[in-house]
């Protein structure tokens, strides 16, 4: 997964550990203080076992500090139709099978 800051305009590494519709949980070394604009990308698998990639603007609503740096927990305030359509799909799968959105796979950006 790879976020922007729009302050700061630079990627930051992510591992994603949870998802909705609404948004995303995920933990990496950085820092970013709440109510933060970013532009988050990520992957998720396609029935067919090929990867799709997902595009979104958000904002950062919590950071949790941890053991492993920092867990931030982003809302989406802005997709693309097909991108939303294609998690919706994806996220409506996942509670079919009676897997939970926490063990969702993301590839790097």
């Given at each position: ?93 996942l509670e079919a099978s009676g897997d939970h959105p926490a063990d969702f796979l993301v590839t790097p950006g």
């Amino acid at each position: 997964m790879i976020m922007y800051d729009r302050g700061r305009e630079q990627p930051i590494r992510a591992r994603g550990v949870d998802i909705s519709r609404g948004g995303l949980a995920f933990q990496t070394d950085e820092y970013m203080d709440p109510l933060v604009s970013v532009w988050v990308q990520f992957s998720i698998p396609n029935p067919d076992d090929s990867w799709r990639r997902i595009e979104s603007e958000g904002y950062v609503v919590n950071v949790i500090p941890n053991d492993e740096g920092n867990r931030f927990g982003v809302s989406f305030s802005r997709m693309p139709d097909d991108d939303r359509r294609a998690l919706n799909d994806y996220l409506t799968l996942l509670e079919a099978s009676g897997d939970h959105p926490a063990d969702f796979l993301v590839t790097p950006g």
